[in-house]
């Protein structure tokens, strides 16, 4: 059985609200420069929920993959010529970012484990919410396919 503590447990909450908020945010808004503020909005969660740890995978790959994920919407708001941007340039990524956070989680191994059969029973756990996660994300992206197709439906009329 997995054990959770109530401090991992919080802190997962809070930067997955955090992803939530910014996929929120970018869905509702057209504006790059405000897509920007949210994905860094999380990164500086996520960091934040580790207290600047910068060994855990929470800071060194957000922050990175923050940096590259806005790196598009970036040279577009400063006016670079570029093929077009859409919002889905940076929900996908926030997607993939809160997908990845789910998977990490902010626990910290102090000691190299070597109970294998403690980290097996783990796994299906693990694996059952992440697959919930993927459903959610699933029906959140057929929401979006299809208020675009209206849309695209409606100007063609």
Request: hydrophobic share 55%.
């Amino acid at each position: 059985m997995l054990v959770l503590s109530k401090k991992v447990f919080i802190k997962t909450v809070i930067v997955l609200l955090s992803c939530l908020l910014s996929i929120s945010i970018i869905s509702i808004t057209n504006n790059p420069i405000v897509h920007i503020a949210t994905i860094w909005m999380v990164c500086i969660i996520a960091i934040l929920s580790l207290k600047i740890d910068f060994t855990h995978p929470y800071c060194w790959f957000s922050l990175f993959f923050s940096l590259y994920s806005s790196a598009y919407a970036i040279l577009n708001s400063l006016g670079f010529e570029t093929m077009g941007y859409d919002s889905l340039n940076l929900l996908l990524p926030i997607v993939f970012l809160s997908f990845i956070f789910l998977i990490i989680t902010p626990k910290k191994n102090e000691v190299l484990n070597n109970n294998f059969d403690a980290q097996l029973k783990n796994l299906p756990i693990k694996f059952i919410i992440a697959t919930c996660y993927i459903l959610f994300l699933l029906i959140l992206w057929s929401l979006f396919c299809v208020k675009w197709v209206v849309s695209v439906v409606s100007s063609v009329l």
